[in-house]
Each structure stands twice: as structure tokens, then as C-alpha cells.
């Protein structure tokens, strides 16, 4: 069931991603609400999807993004839209977490 080609499925009326991950109010259902497509921008409301298509924070729209969801994302908020929605301890944290990566490859 874990199979890599097996397509993945969230949820039907799933909420938007950005939404749930930087904590924003009123949340947002994902624009794919059956929660069918294979595109990731699918799974966020229709102005985090808008952002995020052109390749800007998904939050603001201002600023190149900073941080993504995972690696191989599309989905990234700047530093100051993490800060405003999650704390500038999360911020402080995405750094620690990179410096550490930073002095392991150095090794």
C-alpha cells in the first residue's frame, strides 16, 4: 500500500495546508477538496495556491520563501511570516536545525 507509484489521498474537504502548518485563521479548505490530485498546490486554498505558483512566500506574497514544508516542496513562507504566525522561536529552531546539518556535512 506504501507502494511509491500507489497515488496519495488526503482526506475529502481537507483543510489547506498552509492553513494547518503555519496556524492561519479562518482556516481554509484545499482547493482540491476530494483530495484527488497528484499536485501538491492542490492541497492549499485558492490564495496560498495563487502565492505559491509564482514561487513566492505562501503567506504574504512579498518575499521569497525561507523555509518549505519538506524538501522537494513548492509550499514556503518567509522568515517574517514564520515568525508572525508561529513565534521566533520556531524561526530560532529552523536555524539550530540547519546549523547542525551544516556542521554534520563538514565532518
Given at each position: 500500500m506504501n507502494h511509491p507509484a500507489a497515488p496519495r489521498r488526503r482526506p475529502p474537504f481537507s483543510v489547506c495546508l498552509a492553513c494547518q502548518e503555519y496556524q492561519v485563521h479562518p482556516q481554509e479548505l484545499a482547493v482540491d477538496v476530494e483530495?484527488?490530485?497528484?499536485?501538491?498546490?492542490?492541497?492549499l486554498c485558492s490564495p496560498h495556491r495563487a502565492r505559491s505558483t509564482e514561487g513566492a512566500c505562501v503567506l504574504c506574497g512579498n518575499r521569497w520563501p525561507w523555509v518549505r514544508l519538506h524538501g522537494k516542496s513548492v509550499i514556503g513562507a518567509c522568515r517574517p511570516c514564520v515568525v508572525k504566525h508561529l513565534g521566533e522561536e520556531a524561526?530560532?529552531?529552523?536555524?539550530?536545525?540547519?546549523?547542525a546539518i551544516e556542521r554534520a556535512r563538514r565532518l
Open positions: 483530495g484527488t490530485s497528484p499536485r501538491e498546490v492542490d492541497a524561526a530560532l529552531e529552523v536555524e539550530a536545525r540547519w546549523d
